[in-house]
């Protein structure tokens, strides 16, 4: 399990998949996630926009990933 520390009160999805590497760029992101490939706290996820704040976690393509 990877970690992310926040720098912020919250970070996007979006931006939270791409800082760790899961993709290489806003364009991918947007695609495994509208296309039901990523999940937060168990359930899928389609909005890129969505807010994850401590605590979450996201699992995409085996890799699980917890938000501190």
């Known amino acids: 399990m990877e970690t992310l520390k926040l720098r912020e009160d919250y970070i996007k ?3 939270a ?3 760790v590497g899961y993709v290489e760029n806003g364009v991918e992101a947007k695609f495994v996630i509208q296309d039901g490939y990523v999940k937060v706290n ?3 996820e389609f909005q890129r926009g969505k807010k994850l704040v401590a605590g979450d976690i996201v699992e995409f393509d085996g890799n ?3 938000i501190e």
Do not use: F, M, P, T
Request: aromatic share 0%; glycine share 16%.
């Open 64 to 66: 699980v990933l917890k």
């Open 42 to 44: 168990g359930e899928v």
């Open 13 to 15: 999805l979006g931006q």
């Open 17 to 19: 998949i791409k800082a």
